[in-house]
């Protein structure tokens, strides 16, 4: 796999794969962090029915705060790349600055936010007086590390769009195989039952973050991180903000349909139901995850050479990804609707949340 994708010359057939593939196992990786803390979860004894639930309804909040990311990484990324596709260096550095500006600034207002308000958001949100405990438990210490997890998934953007995608990958890459060895040590070993889990994840996506840290402010990077003369440009901020608030839309709207879900699963079906959202959304965000990275990869081919006026291959990135995708969401509709159980047993083998979920 190259190190360096050439957006402006490489053939759009294998480069827009080049792209699309290591961020796909990014993304992958990244659900990784949530759906690893579910799968071990589900099996602590006794009490895994209940703390799968508990972590359900904290999942809705924790895409919301996710979104913020998207808002900044992928409003501010296609904005880079058009301006590394116009040779505008100076444009793209102020880019990338104002965009680190706000990823730090909106995980210190979330954080506060969101402990502030803590209970009335998780008993609003479908929690019960039974699964309150292990949603607090888990939301707390998962909460307190917002700025690695708005870090991490926000500049990976900005390293996936200058064409070092199989460098996205490692950042989460990381992370995640740290979440996945930490995550039986914290929960069984330890004991600390889903706050280990939320201590596993924060330690693993503050590794993804200080790697992509790493990236940007070395040698390798084709733009870094700089300060040098900085001051927040507010004209760049809302040219930002304004790209990217259709992706931030679509996952804020996304998590007030799995609120809506939970709240009324908790008065007509009880603790088992929402269990059985949250594993139906887990098997879902998996699902979804390669059209995201089809899109990505499109996504920093398109912004580059439309800066750099070639709008031929502007187009040609647009079938492909459209081609590509299209045939990927068949085939996973296909996959889920003949096999259902397959995907639910990933998670849970209780025989009543089985019944329950197909």
Same mark, same amino acid.
């Given at each position: 796999?190259?190190?360096?994708? &050439? ?35 589900? &099996? ?146 330890? &004991? ?167």
């Amino acid at each position: 796999m190259k190190t360096v994708n &050439h957006l402006g010359t490489d053939p759009i057939g294998k480069l827009v794969p080049r792209i699309a593939f290591p961020s796909m196992l990014a993304q992958f990786v990244s659900v990784l962090y949530s759906i690893v803390d579910r799968m071990y979860i589900g &099996h602590i004894a006794s009490v895994g029915d209940l703390a799968l639930a508990g972590v359900g309804v904290c999942g809705p909040i924790l895409t919301m705060i996710g979104a913020f990311s998207s808002l900044i990484g992928v409003g501010g990324a296609p904005l880079l790349g058009i301006r590394l596709g116009e040779k505008n260096e100076k444009e793209a550095s102020r880019i990338l600055a104002n965009a680190f500006l706000m990823l730090v600034s909106l995980s210190l207002v979330l954080t506060a936010a969101a402990l502030f308000l803590t209970r009335p958001m998780l008993m609003a949100f479908g929690a019960s007086t039974v699964t309150y405990p292990y949603a607090r438990a888990y939301f707390m210490i998962y909460v307190s590390g917002s700025v690695f997890a708005l870090l991490s998934t926000g500049l990976n953007q900005f390293v996936i769009c200058q064409g070092f995608a199989s460098e996205g990958m490692k950042s989460v890459l990381l992370g995640a195989v740290l979440n996945l060895l930490l995550d039986p040590v914290f929960i069984f070993v330890l &004991h600390l039952g889903v706050r280990g889990a939320a201590i596993a994840t924060v330690i693993s996506q503050a590794l993804s973050a200080l790697w992509v840290l790493r990236f940007l402010t070395g040698r390798q990077a084709e733009l870094k991180i700089g300060f040098r003369g900085f001051r927040p440009d507010f004209a760049c901020i809302r040219r930002i903000a304004a790209l990217g608030v259709s992706s931030f839309v679509m996952s804020f709207t996304d998590s007030l349909v799995q609120v809506a879900c939970n709240a009324t699963l908790r008065t007509f079906g009880g603790d088992i139901y929402i269990s059985v959202m949250t594993v139906l959304n887990s098997v879902r965000q998996i699902a979804q995850t390669p059209v995201m990275a089809i899109a990505d990869g499109a996504t920093a081919v398109i912004s580059f050479n439309y800066g750099a006026k070639a709008y031929e291959r502007v187009r040609g990135a647009i079938r492909f990804m459209t081609q590509l995708a299209f045939g990927y969401t068949a085939l996973s509709w296909l996959l889920i609707s003949l096999f259902p159980s397959a995907f639910i047993r990933i998670f849970n083998q209780d025989a009543v949340l089985l019944r329950a979920a197909v």
